[in-house]
């Protein structure tokens, strides 16, 4: 089993910043791929950011340039950095993690899911 706590999100307005983290505890965390997901209101959950075993990225066309996912294997924590926030960008952010070496942009490719961290950017 592995445990994932969001924590980071908050209110900001339109062009500022804030950063996510992900701890995640039980198994091997270097052994996962991880993912960051977010959900608005009435919306599936879509796909944000992704990093692999060897902390290579992808990222959805809508953040790229501003968004900026990072792991830190030894502190077992992966992190969402996010400048330039539009409105657009409010939804809750949820941490994944996949038991793979290679990331996914895929909601179903990922085994474990933290609660979730609510992100609201006004205008």
């Known amino acids: 089993q592995v445990q994932l706590v969001e924590s980071g999100g908050g209110l900001v307005q339109a062009g500022g910043s804030l950063r996510l983290s992900c701890a995640a505890s039980?198994?091997?965390?270097?052994?996962?791929?991880m993912g960051w997901f977010r959900q608005a209101p009435g919306k599936e959950r879509e796909f944000v950011a992704t990093?692999?075993?060897?902390?290579?990225?992808f990222y959805a066309d809508s953040v790229k340039g501003r968004f900026t996912i990072s792991r830190d294997n030894i502190k077992n924590t992966v992190y969402l950095q996010m400048n330039s926030l539009k409105p657009e960008d409010t939804a809750v952010y949820y941490c994944?993690?996949?038991?793979?070496?290679?990331?996914?942009?895929?909601?179903?490719?990922?085994?474990?899911w933290g609660q979730g961290t609510q992100v609201t950017v006004s205008s």
């Open positions: 994944a993690a996949r038991n793979y070496y290679s990331s996914s942009q895929f909601v179903n490719d990922y085994n474990y």
């Open positions: 039980g198994r091997t965390f270097s052994r996962f791929a």
């Open positions: 990093v692999s075993w060897t902390s290579s990225t």
